[in-house]
């Protein structure tokens, strides 16, 4: 079974923008599908990313979604911050039956 | 709209049992593979069980494996979570997920239900 490792947190000024890495520990990070989920205090997730980098209706082209076959990592930009942004994120993907999450990154807009 | 409304949380002492339901509305319940996700507290996201749109295959954490039961009914729009032997570490919120394909990842969750195994 594989690990996502994501940076414990980040931070940035509004109108700035950051970016989230989500690196798998063995497997290509091409092979699955990665998704991100945004959790606000208090919330239930909601998905901001799916299949990479396709976002769901309703969720704002500040947040873009990558691959990177070079250092087997996924990616999530916050681009324009605003402080409603302010949340746990959550990279997700899957091998074969099994779901893994990464442990979340606190974005946090000073 | 799509809806996932979970139910049949609680205090429950350790060892005994505890079911869970998620009632789903605004889309063709039947044609989707279902899933629980638990978050313990202040914690992250943790993958519990997974079961296919037709019953036909579930899947589960080997933190619950012999011990969790998902189950599905499609008359009903509703999937299960049977607990039994529970443990303290299983207290948590379980929030019920749909997959957006086939075991790939969720596009929409429910808003939780919190389970505090306590005695």
């Known amino acids: 079974k594989f690990v996502l490792t994501q940076p414990h947190s980040v931070s940035e000024s509004p109108g700035k923008t950051v970016t989230i890495s989500c690196t798998r520990s063995s497997g290509s990070i091409g092979s699955h599908y990665v998704q991100w989920y945004q959790q606000r205090p208090g919330s239930a997730p909601t998905t901001v990313i799916y299949?990479?980098?396709?976002?769901p209706s309703g969720v704002p082209d500040r947040f873009s979604g990558s691959i990177d076959s070079s250092s087997n990592s996924a990616s999530l930009t916050i681009s324009g911050l605003k402080t409603e942004d302010e949340a746990d994120y959550f990279c997700?993907?899957?091998?074969?039956?099994?779901?893994?999450f990464g442990g979340g990154t606190k974005v946090t807009v000073l | 709209q799509v809806q996932l409304v979970e139910s049949g949380g609680g205090v429950v002492q350790p060892g005994r049992s505890q079911r869970l339901s998620c009632a789903a509305s605004?889309?063709?319940?039947?044609?989707?593979?279902m899933h629980w996700v638990r978050q313990a507290p202040g914690k992250g996201l943790e993958w519990v069980a997974v079961i296919s749109y037709d019953g036909s295959n579930e899947y589960y954490a080997d933190s619950v494996k012999g011990r969790f039961t998902i189950s599905r009914d499609n008359s009903k729009n509703t999937v299960y979570l049977q607990m039994n032997s529970l443990r303290a570490e299983d207290t948590a919120v379980y929030y019920c997920?749909?997959?957006?394909?086939?075991?790939?990842?969720?596009?929409?969750w429910g808003q939780g239900t919190l389970v505090t195994v306590s005695s």
């Open positions: 605004g889309f063709t319940f039947s044609s989707h593979t």
């Open positions: 299949e990479d980098f396709r976002r």
């Open positions: 997700q993907s899957y091998d074969s039956s099994d779901q893994v």
């Open positions: 997920a749909r997959d957006f394909g086939d075991n790939v990842g969720f596009d929409y």
